[in-house]
């Protein structure tokens, strides 16, 4: 699934190329992607619509149209969001097209249409509960590591159970939770409450290096993850922990363990996370 560093580098990659164009007209071959309005609704109300800026929240990306309305798309687990020119051949699972006013189209694609798209004001979407309240940006500069000891402490829940809830820190999912647990030295099952406050430090600063290191590396393909061109990331080649089970740990040489926690599967190393 898409965390917070795919999604990054799909919004840096399309925001120049989107903003200042004009939504022509917008095709739907999978109308059910379309979660609010109704997809009637939705195709009449982008047409015509500017496209005034990019940005992203949590596994979210806000495309912003004039009026102050988001065009939002959420990826879910396959979906993938490109521009391409018109007469690139159509392929399978394109589920929404939106055509521009220099001719190329902006399609979403999705093979398991776990994704959704969203029209509406940030307050009307997050009132309706069609935006979840998400928790706050984890690489923003003002992010503080009490902030996270803040949020930790009141949690009688693992820690990973904590990263992955975005209610709590928005954007980060099943790869970078094991990644920055692994860089912390922090087993994925600790209680969250109980951590000290030099823990919760390490913790911050090994989740804000997880992420911005594979925002450098464009986002680790570990399943159908692809860009806005179509092309691989590179962080999955540098992955400590994810996807590693059973192999060596880079630090101490014993194989990674894999346990079910929260849910899903979590990769750690006994001897170096305590
Ligand atoms: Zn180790």
Redesign the pocket.
């Known amino acids: 699934m898409p965390e917070l560093p795919e999604v990054e580098t799909i919004v840096a990659d399309l925001r120049p190329h989107l903003t200042g164009r004009t939504i022509v007209s917008c095709e739907l071959p999978f109308p059910t992607i379309v979660r609010h309005p109704e997809p009637e609704v939705f195709i009449d109300s982008v047409a015509g619509m500017r496209i005034a800026g990019m940005r992203r929240r949590g596994k979210f990306i806000l495309i912003e149209l004039d009026g102050d309305q988001l065009l939002v798309v959420h990826l879910g687990m396959t979906g993938q969001l490109r521009i391409v020119d018109a007469a690139a051949p159509i392929e399978k699972h394109t589920h929404a097209i939106f055509i521009l006013d220099d001719g190329r189209h902006l399609r979403y694609r999705d093979p398991r249409r776990f994704g959704r798209l969203l029209l509406g004001t940030e307050p009307s979407l997050l009132a309706s509960k069609k935006l979840p309240r998400l928790g706050p940006e984890p690489i923003d500069p003002d992010f503080a590591a009490d902030e996270l000891y803040r949020r930790l402490r009141k949690r009688k829940t693992s820690l990973k159970a904590v990263l992955l809830d975005q209610g709590a820190i928005a954007g980060v999912g099943n790869i970078y939770a094991d990644e920055s647990l692994h860089r912390a030295k922090l087993r994925p099952d600790r209680l969250a409450g109980g951590l000290s406050r030099k823990s919760v430090q390490r913790l911050h600063e090994s989740l804000r290096d997880s992420l911005q290191t594979a925002i450098s590396n464009r986002g680790s393909s570990v399943d159908t993850y692809r860009d806005a061109w179509g092309e691989m990331g590179g962080q999955q080649e540098k992955l400590l922990v994810y996807g590693r089970a059973g192999e060596p740990?880079f630090?101490?040489?014993?194989p990674l363990t894999m346990i079910r926690l929260a849910g899903r599967s979590t990769v750690f190393?006994r001897?170096?996370q305590k």
């Open positions: 740990c630090t101490c040489g014993r190393c001897r170096c």
